[in-house]
């Protein structure tokens, strides 16, 4: 069964630190698919980045970087040079067969100013 | 384009008490999703859809139906409501197998 652990229930930074989200899947497939959404207060989930498990190469947009490493089931995020419009909880999710998707529980970031 | 949509935004029902909890996308999405989320559990899947006339049950499916008539439209309805029910429900919808899903805005649904 796929499953999706993130250990930090929440982290409180900072301004202007850098922060990294952890995110360790489990899963027996070969092919699967890694995701992350962001979920500001207003509720709503805002897709950030999606990932085959074919695909390992690291990547960046703007102040946000995901480091993929299979080798230790491993997704995790940096957001560089935290603001506080980046809290938020975040989650990280697998899935397997496409349409399902396994969520962890989620981390709460608070960017202090 | 409206996205995924979602109705009503709240819901107070009685225990006991049916009711359907509205999701439409205008994407031509072949798959559809419901999903529940409870405080400090992340989201849990409660039934899924890869086409019209095909549904199958997620993690948490009991208490729960589902149909999909069009590809537009995936309904979720609550039998008899019970407080464990009282959560935030998500509808989502993918383009494909492993592609991003387009969340719905939410139905918080409190049972009394």
């Known amino acids: 069964a796929q499953k999706v652990t993130q250990a930090q229930t929440e982290i409180s930074v900072v301004e202007k630190e850098d922060v990294t989200l952890d995110c360790v899947y489990e899963?027996?497939?070969?092919?699967?698919?890694l995701f992350w959404y962001k979920q500001p207060p207003s509720g709503e989930l805002v897709f950030l980045i999606r990932?085959?498990?074919?695909?390992?190469q690291n990547e960046i947009s703007g102040r946000y970087s995901w480091n993929f490493q299979k080798s230790t089931s491993s997704f995790n995020f940096t957001i560089t040079a935290s603001q506080v419009v980046d809290s938020a909880v975040y989650f990280c999710a697998l899935s397997e067969w496409g349409s399902r998707l396994t969520f962890g529980e989620g981390t709460q970031l608070t960017v202090n100013p | 384009n409206a996205g995924v949509t979602q109705t009503p935004k709240f819901q107070v029902l009685k225990t006991g008490q049916s009711m359907t909890l509205q999701c439409a996308q205008d994407m031509n999405h072949e798959y559809m999703s419901w999903y529940r989320q409870d405080p400090g559990m992340g989201l849990r899947l409660i039934h899924y859809?890869?086409?019209?006339?095909?549904?199958d049950q997620g993690e948490v499916p009991n208490g729960y139906n589902v149909s999909r008539s069009t590809t537009e439209d995936f309904p979720l309805r609550l039998l008899s409501a019970a407080p464990s029910q009282t959560s935030v429900y998500f509808c989502?919808?993918?383009?494909?197998?492993?592609?991003?899903?387009?969340f719905g805005p939410g139905t918080r649904l409190t049972v009394t």
């Open positions: 989502a919808s993918s383009y494909s197998r492993g592609g991003e899903q387009y």
């Open positions: 859809s890869v086409g019209a006339g095909i549904t």
């Open positions: 990932r085959n498990s074919f695909d390992e």
């Open positions: 899963t027996r497939d070969t092919t699967y698919y």
